[in-house]
Nanobody, 119 residues
Framework: QVQLAESGGGLVQAGGSLRLSCVASRRTVSLYGMAWFRQAPGKEREFVGGIRCSDGSTTYADSVKGRFSVSGARTQNLVYLQMNSLKPEDTAVYYC????????????WGQGTQVTVSS
């Protein structure tokens, strides 16, 4: 059983930066993809960005393109979300996810970490 643990959330002022980290509990398991989602109060969970472990290719939601960056260390089953130029509307619980059989379909989820952006 693979578990994911996120860290790095917190409170930041608008325009600031944060970096989230997510590590899988078992480094020997092969992950096809890792991603970040977020859920704001009263809203559905939405995709933020993801990375395909085989070649490092990434994709992002339009709302974060140019501001957020996903990177990873495949051999360590570790993924980061670098968030720059943060806006109050980025406030949400951010979740890490991993794909065990597909790069863009996710089977395992973390507990989430709160990111709050003050105006």
């Amino acid at each position: 059983q693979v578990q994911l643990a996120e860290s790095g959330g917190g409170l930041v002022q608008a325009g600031g930066s944060l970096r989230l980290s997510c590590v899988a509990s078992r480094r020997t398991v092969s992950l096809y993809g890792m991603a970040w989602f977020r859920q704001a109060p009263g809203k559905e969970r939405e995709f933020v960005g993801g990375i395909r472990c085989s070649d490092g290719s990434t994709t992002y939601a339009d709302s974060v393109k140019g501001r957020f960056s996903v990177s990873g260390a495949r051999t360590q089953n570790l993924v980061y979300l670098q968030m720059n130029s943060l806006k109050p509307e980025d406030t949400a619980v951010y979740y890490c996810a991993a794909g065990l059989v597909s790069a863009w379909s996710y089977d395992v989820w973390g507990q989430g970490t709160q990111v709050t952006v003050s105006s």
